[in-house]
């Protein structure tokens, strides 16, 4: 049985930090009232309490998803942390005591209130990494290859084996506006970095002109006669345009008056 308590968890924001929270409320026996990243917390009426980060309880706990819950249930928590998903580390504490208790059975209990949710996170994540797969658009830097996104996930660690796979021989890095990181590979080493800003250099005259094929291409092969902004805006969501060289035009015409998809939050609450 646990209590609830009238504290905050605070943490360094990282997966190993969140993992030692995890461990202190299931060895005081408490469920915090939340748990909230220390460069993000406010001030609340609540107590707040520090976690430190102890990688040894981290591996305990990480260690005891697959082998007390399963291996499936180890897999959505990952996912999980890395969404948008608002309130998602007392959410997932939530999901683990309840694993503790249910066992194997804990992911199939997909209309469940503590499981509903995170399932709903995960596929929200996947399907923006699945979507970040097709629209990423490199540009050429002296023969490196890079570009940013602005995702609402943290969608990096779910991209790189696609591109480390499809872009072996390359030098690559995607920048994440919205994270503040980076994928970087380079002599065929993945490195995923903490990264504020990035400036990249002005287009040299070839990328420019690679540029110009690829939109020219991009509007030859469109069906006037079939143009349908709606569907459109279905098959490739606007929020994703800003990162698309061949969509410079639509943001600035008539197009960029449509509304944009539904946040994660908003889907959820709807």
Known sequence: MYDAADVTYLYDGSMEGFLCCVYESVYSHTVPADILPEDTAQPTLFRQRSIGTDAERAERVWASIPRRISPEAAQLVWCVFFSCMP???LALLRFLLLGYRRGRQTTELVSHRLVQPLLAARQNLMNEAHLFKEFIRFSDYDGVLATTITPQNFVLPFLTEHFCSRLKTEDFLIFDRTHH?????????????????????????????FRTLWKQFYNTIAIEARENPRCRMAHCPKRYWENMLEMEQALRGPLSQLPAEKSFGKAVRE
Request: hydrophobic share 40%; net charge negative; proline share 6%.
């Open 87 to 89: 309130g998602k580390e």
């Open 181 to 209: 990181a980076a994928a970087v590979y380079e002599n065929r080493r993945l490195r995923l970095i903490a990264l504020d800003d990035l400036e990249l250099p002005p287009a040299t005259a070839e990328e420019q002109r």
